[in-house]
Each structure stands twice: as C-alpha cells, then as structure tokens.
Nanobody, 125 residues
C-alpha cells in the first residue's frame, strides 16, 4: 500500500478531527503530497498540501484558519487537523501524491499519481 488515510468519523458541527496519511518512504520523501476531498454529488477537490520541510503550506479558502496540514518525516505520515468543522466539510477525504513535483500546490485531482483509500468525514448540524 503506497498511501493509507485514516481518522475519519462522525462529528458535530464545531468539532474536530485529525486525519492521518501513512505513506511509503519512497513517496513520502520524493513526491508532492496533499489532501483532497469529495463531497456527495460533487467533484473531488484539492484541500491542502505541504512542502517536504513543512515550511510551506497551501489551503483552499474555505478551510483556511480551520484546517492545519502537517507532516512527520520520521514516521512518513502526513496529517490534517480539522477544527471548527462545518456540515459542508462532509466528504470522503483522500491523501494523494504527484510524482512530478516536490510540492503540490493547488493541483487538480487529475494530476495525482497515487491515491490512498478515502476516509469518510461526516459533520452533523
């Protein structure tokens, strides 16, 4: 398994969840990685990404100030801390990797080469 996401669940609006993405060492140390999500009836969209050093992060506007992406290079694991969750955050969340770049920015899902199995986040109102 190249990428494996976990940590989803059911949470009330205003609550928090932390997603984890465990990656193979080859992917984690060489390729750009980020989080995407797909809400019911909608297209998959970019959510957040982080550089290898962790010094640069990217977020879509709708999650800025609420979500925090991070990574632990010793554990080959990327995280997405989600606070102040809203019902509109309900989606299947995926971690993904693009082998062509060191850092994903606001990349379309079609650019990704590897996908983890999604983890469902449900936010109740």
């Amino acid at each position: 398994v190249q990428l494996q996401a976990s940590g989803g669940g059911l949470v009330q609006a205003g609550g928090s969840l932390t997603l984890s993405c465990a990656a193979s060492e080859r992917i984690f140390n060489n390729y750009g990685m980020g989080w995407f999500r797909q809400a019911p009836g909608k297209e998959r969209e970019f959510v957040a990404a982080i550089s290898w050093s962790g010094s640069t992060t990217y977020y879509i506007d709708s999650v800025k100030g609420r979500f925090t992406i991070s990574r632990d290079n010793a554990k080959n694991t990327m995280y997405l801390q989600m606070n102040s969750l809203k019902p509109e955050d309900t989606a299947v969340y995926y971690c993904a990797s693009d082998i062509r770049v060191a850092t994903i920015t606001f990349s379309p899902p079609s650019d990704m080469d590897y996908w983890g199995k999604g983890t469902l986040v449900t936010v109740s109102s």
